[in-house]
């Protein structure tokens, strides 16, 4: 009898984590046979996928963090293997910090086994902390707003399935550190601190990497949506910054008709939504 296809696989050849020296197991996600059924694109450029009736939900995006099951050391990638070794000692000494910083919320998680959403968002919490200690030639930074969004999705994802267990608050968490990590790399990128040239893709998703100009529009709308908002004056700082960042979608390149539809109708659409409240804004201040 043949054996029931499975949806993912682990490595044949163990991998070595260079912090802690624990061989481990990478999981990866297997193509084809229906396993990933296209379904919409958000605003925030997430590709959903449709259930299969052989394989049920699937979550791409569980899996491309490496995860070490001792030290919980985590990175995309090469980044895994490649961390430079003062790096390595500085996530060897942060190991407690790293593992204490979830036990709460995820006690009982183990990377030997299949992934489930709740592994994914740890996968993309102990990247957030791992990429703090990268030099800058990795575009740690960015990493950490796509690690903070990611890990958002996917506690929206819980928060469909256990509404009632706070999924949802967890969820505004990483918005916020995703808001906070795109707006820095945007500067770094802008005055030279630091590259996004590090970074393999730009996402944000795993379908289609949108470049800078996604950066940028994952960037404006971060901002928008959750930005401060409980004093007017910083709110309306932030709703500059974001039309600022939006606005140089249209800036950029050769021409618009170039750009990808999903970028240049967003865009356009926040960019109108961004002026729509400043001018409320301001014309409270003015009254």
């Known amino acids: 009898m043949a054996a029931e296809p499975s949806l993912t696989f682990f490595s044949k050849k163990p991998i070595e ?7 481990l197991f990478r999981e990866d996600m297997r193509t ?4 990933q059924i296209a379904g919409n694109l958000t605003r925030e450029l997430r590709r959903h996928y ?22 919980n050391y985590a990175a995309y990638g090469d980044d895994f293997v490649n961390v430079p070794p003062d790096a390595a000692l500085a996530l060897e000494r942060a190991t407690a910090e790293r593992t204490s910083s979830l036990e709460k919320i995820f006690p009982l998680l183990d990377f030997r086994e299949p992934r489930l959403l709740k592994e994914g968002v740890a996968s993309y919490h102990f990247a957030i902390f791992s990429y703090e200690h990268f030099p800058k030639q990795f575009s740690p930074v960015f990493k950490q707003g796509l690690s903070s969004l990611r ?17 949802d608050y967890l969820a505004a968490v ?20 630091q590259a996004l040239s590090g970074a393999r893709t730009l996402g944000p998703d795993l379908d289609k990497n949108y470049g800078y100009d996604g950066v940028l529009y ?7 949506h959750h930005g401060p908002r409980s004093d007017a004056e910083q709110r309306e700082a932030a709703l500059d910054r974001a039309k600022k960042t939006v606005a140089r979608i ?9 750009k990808p539809a999903a ?6 659409d926040v960019y109108d939504e961004i002026s729509r409240e400043l001018a409320e804004l301001r014309g409270e201040e003015e009254s």
């Open 17 to 23: 984590c260079p912090v802690c020296g624990t061989k």
């Open 32 to 35: 084809g046979r229906g396993r």
């Open 50 to 71: 449709e259930p299969s009736k052989q394989y049920g939900e699937v979550f791409p995006l569980l899996y491309p963090v490496t995860v070490c099951p001792e030290c």
């Open 151 to 167: 890990a958002a999705w996917l506690c929206g994802d819980l928060h469909k399935k256990s509404p009632g267990d706070n999924w």
């Open 174 to 193: 990483y918005y916020r550190k995703a808001r906070f990590f795109y707006a820095l790399a945007v500067q770094y990128e802008q005055d030279g601190t």
């Open 218 to 224: 994952i960037s404006g709308l971060l901002e928008y």
């Open 250 to 258: 249209f800036g950029m390149g050769k021409a618009s008709k170039n």
């Open 263 to 268: 970028i240049l109708d967003n865009a356009r």
